[in-house]
């Protein structure tokens, strides 16, 4: 009887996703939060992610907001001021070249500038400055480094915060965001020690401006059950975030437009993004 049930499931779960995208693609070039599930739609999918065994730690939101493709484009770099930010107006660092750009040499300090418009930045030093460094003195010392050094983009936020025992090191990434949108792979990332900072890695894209008119997302709950339906593990599925912005790879490109997703987090640090238009997992 349990594998029967267990059948059941399934198929109503397949039937329950189908029908959702099947509306949303028939719905989703029109303009506006036209796109909703029904009351006894939403309750189908709850229902089958609770006899999934899923566990939803977050509220999630009712319906998605309509979204347009974002145009973003790789950053243009003033090399000069940058490298007057990072080492003072009158260094003189030694500069080698790389495969795709310039390194600068400036005592303990290294910085690479790529042709595409990326900083990475070291810091070999290793005299303990902070020996009880704490999460917030991190997070204080890292927004002070990018500032001083003018590389803090204005609609970035603190994403992420990992901790590393063995080192007492805290790696903070920073993800930027347009019109309360975030924009993946647009981000900054501080590595924090008790010996100081040791390394900064910068990959800020530009956003243009929108392209085409906005368009109905599909619903939430679609997009957690686009992410159930795609994992084969029998481990317990805990969902900790939910939220909708823009995923870009990063091309060789001048620009390109970007598709807007639901950032979908689970417990085990596993995170997809499915493409809020077609419900395609962003890879």
Known sequence: MQWKQAITILIVSFIVLNIVMILNLWLRDRPGDQFALSSSQKSEIIESLRQKGVIVEVEIPKEGKPQALLEVALPKLDEKKILQNFF???SRPILSHTQDGRKY????????????????????D??????????EQAEKEALAFMKARRSMQENAILDRVTYDDESKAYLL??????????IQNSYATVLVTPSGIKGYYQCWLEPLGYVGKKRSVLSPLTAIL???NERSTAEPIIITGIQQGYYSKLYDADRWQVAPVWKIQLGNKETYYVNAYTGELEQ
């Open 88 to 90: 003072g107006k009158d």
């Open 126 to 135: 290793d005299s303990v400055i902070w020996p009880n460094l704490s999460r």
């Open 226 to 228: 686009r992410v159930i």
């Open 105 to 124: 040499t400036h005592g303990n300090e290294q910085l690479i500038i790529t042709d595409h418009g990326f900083i990475t930045y070291f810091n070999s």
């Open 173 to 182: 990434e920073y993800v930027s965001y347009h019109d309360g949108f975030f």
